[in-house]
């Protein structure tokens, strides 16, 4: 766990996520993986990336941890810092989409096995 956000994730946290009406845990354990953001009555995790995350090796780590978590069922929605910082508006339009479908979108996956 960090011990302070990045400058992205305090933008995020305090021009919108914290005014929402729902709770929203930062820095939220799950798994053994630190979420950045939770919404556990939507089980929509929030990931804010920086430049760390585009190596291959952190690709690889982030596409792994992302499908142990949602093979629980959760969501994982992931942003970058620019989308955060010159985006904001967008990014939290894409944020509010989410929160309002009446139903979760399927996880990769989960049509096969409703058959």
């Given at each position: ?9 305090r933008?995020?946290?305090y ?10 845990r ?12 939770y ?8 990931e804010?990336d920086?430049n ?10 982030d596409?792994?941890r992302?499908?142990?978590l949602?093979?629980?069922g959760?969501?994982?929605?992931r942003?970058?810092n ?6 904001f ?6 944020i ?10 399927p ?8 058959d």
């Open positions: 766990m960090r011990g302070s956000p990045t400058p992205a994730e933008k995020l946290w021009e919108f996520l914290q005014h929402l009406p729902l709770r929203v930062r820095q939220c354990p799950l798994e053994g993986y630190i979420a950045d953001f919404i556990h009555e939507h089980r929509l995790i929030i804010v920086g760390g995350h585009f190596t291959e090796e952190a690709q690889t780590y596409a792994h992302t499908l142990i949602e093979s629980l959760l969501r994982v929605v942003f970058t620019d989308e955060v910082t010159y985006r508006a967008s990014v939290c339009t894409q509010r989409v989410i929160l309002l479908l009446p139903e979760r979108a996880l990769p996956g989960e049509l096969s096995r409703r």
